[in-house]
């Protein structure tokens, strides 16, 4: 099998758009880990995408903007929101990279229903903000429903200067063209396209997290190896596909 390449777009164009959105004062932090460690996560037909020898575990941060199907337009008021996710990195039998997620939290509980209802996505309602001031971000977030009851995380970023030329580990943890998850007794892959990222690395000034032990994670070896900041981009995804029974 032939695993397709990292690349900053996607060489898989979405033909016919199923969800419009857009991903606005993204916050990535990644932990580079054994891809043993995460494995037993993954739904079948996957295994762990690995760039020399590791696999990361990714807390994301953003703000969601202008949620619509088809083409669009955006639903109201419930369109937008606030969220955080824990993911994974992964690689079907047809070689394509996506994402896992173990958890997206998320501040609308209609979308968060609506997720778990259709794509059986691990969705979860939660309390969050996100505050901006001189320069800093401040992302924090409390779990209402379903549970672990109360899992949280807050943490800070300030970001500093633009990535002309990302690294192969920065490619790799942001150059994502779909994800996959296990819904109606098999594995789904959707898959997304968006302009190239406009990346400016970070500094982390603050974390104080429990989304990723609430995930079923063991606790990450220290702090981050990678922390990145985006202004965001517009995306489009496409309809599901089978990636394995």
Known sequence: MRIEDVTPETLRPVRRSWL????????FLHWA??????????PRGTVPDTLDGVTYVGLIGFRMVGLGPLRGPAIPYLGSFLETNVRLYSVDDRGRRAVVFLSLDAERLLPVLTAQASLRLPYKWSRMSLEKSDGVLRYASSRRWPGPRGARTA???R??????????AEHFVTARWGLHTRAWGRTVHLPNEHPRWPLFRADLLELDDGLIRAAGLPAMPGPPASVLYSPGVPVVFGGPGVAAR
Do not use: I, N, R
């Open 155 to 157: 943490f800070s970023v």
């Open 159 to 168: 970001p500093g200067a633009p990535l002309d030329e990302p690294s192969p």
């Open 33 to 42: 880990v054994p891809p043993e460690t995460v494995a037993p996560f993954l």
């Open 20 to 27: 419009v959105q857009s991903w606005h004062d993204l916050a």
